[in-house]
């Protein structure tokens, strides 16, 4: 299979993503190219250091890259200024300069992470972003956002509240490393290919669901489509809107009800997880509103389900404390909950003004209550 190559063209950025399977043992080379310098920082997913981290390695050092290597944690507890600040150590030990690229090998929480560092270790130094997860593959990777979670005054944790926009140099993706994956994490994934469906491509929902078996065996062809439908979908929308002033907004869809549910950590549901019942409740509240009907929550549902992705809450939380996590979510406006809904075959629209009673409806249709 040949090097899929897509440009991403952002003022003062412009970047490849290149997807290709077996890519990892050649990214050393890709990235003398686009970052040169005699040092690099490998941030790595500490679960794969001795597998995809050893390939990155050797391949970075095979370019004549000095290498350092940090591991990081995969968890969201982690993804805090603590761990970019240890970052930031390792950097300075290494004496990497402003030419040193960081290479994030891993998923998004590893990419955000070490993206922040990068975005502000000596005012900026060049990111390369090598995805391992489908999430991060399809989504955190591509378009410049880095940051961490940062505590709420209502307690849990905000999801991404201290960042940066930070363009990497290059977005080099293996689906060959999706191998590897746990079928829980890959399924995340899935859940943010639903959101593009739903927003920009009423066929890849088709898609989606004939070929959910496939793709859940990771069958090389179809997953690297996958990808690649993906990719070009959110390339065009950051193209147009890098700094999320109208357009790349719509990639929320479903995000402002999974943070809420994503910062009560007791809950234990993934990123990917929480959007896929983000991306229920979105519905009905567009059901709700005429936007949508029943028949479009109902084939919803049933790709998602098809998907292994959960529909509801497992087990009933306060909807009022869901409500309120909400209102600290960086899409609120003005003290107004900002939403994206959906609003016909591959379309969705920024809706500033839904009821709060409709809201509350949809947190209960996803299995929240009132205590
Ligand atoms: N993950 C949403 C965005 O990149 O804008």
């Known amino acids: 299979m040949s090097d899929i190559t897509i440009p991403v063209n952002i003022p003062g950025a412009n970047y490849k993503v290149i997807i ?88 998004g929480i590893i990419g955000d992470t070490a993206g922040l560092a990068a975005a502000t ?28 979670n940062f505590p709420l005054p209502t307690g849990g944790l905000g999801k991404n509240l201290i960042g940066a926009f930070w363009q990497p140099r290059a977005v080099l ?90 910062s009560i950590h007791e809950l234990d549901i993934a990123h990917g997880e929480a959007v896929s019942i983000g991306l229920v409740a979105a519905m009905k509240c567009a059901i709700e509103t005429q936007r949508q009907s029943q028949q479009d929550l109902e084939k919803l549902t049933k790709v998602l389900k098809t998907l292994g992705l959960p529909i509801c809450l497992e087990n009933p939380v306060d909807e009022q404390r869901l409500l309120d996590a ?11 909950l900002r939403l994206v809904l959906p609003c016909g075959p591959g379309q969705a629209e920024i809706v500033d003004d839904l009821p709060i009673e409709i809201i509350l409806r949809a947190w209960d249709s996803v299995g929240a209550k009132a205590v």
């Open 20 to 107: 290709s399977p077996g890519l990892l043992e050649r990214i050393g080379s890709i990235i003398s190219e686009v970052a040169p310098s005699d040092k690099a920082l490998l941030a790595v997913d500490k679960q794969i250091t001795n597998t995809h981290g050893k390939l990155a390695q050797s391949s970075l050092r095979g370019a004549g890259f000095e290498t350092t290597i940090i591991e990081l944690v995969a968890n969201e507890k982690y993804k805090t200024l603590e761990t970019a600040q240890s970052v930031y150590q390792t950097m300075l030990a290494a004496s990497l300069d402003r030419k040193s690229p960081v290479v994030a090998l891993g998923g």
């Open 121 to 148: 270790y000596m005012r900026g130094v060049p990111l390369i972003q090598v995805p391992t997860t489908l999430l991060a593959m399809v989504d955190a990777a591509i378009g410049g956002k880095t940051g961490v």
């Open 173 to 262: 993706i293996d689906p060959l490393t999706l191998n590897s994956l746990s079928a829980r994490n890959f399924r995340c994934g899935l859940g943010e290919c639903v959101k593009y469906a739903l927003i920009a491509d009423a066929n890849l929902l088709d898609f989606l669901s004939s070929n959910a078996q496939q793709i859940l065996d990771l069958d090389p062809e179809l997953i690297t489509e996958l990808i690649e439908r993906c990719v070009r979908i959110k390339v065009r929308i950051v193209e147009q809107d890098e700094r999320e002033a109208g357009l790349r907004a719509l990639l929320n869809l479903g995000h402002t009800f999974a943070h809420a549910i994503e």
């Open 326 to 336: 909400m209102r600290f979510d960086k899409k609120t406006s003005q003290g107004k």
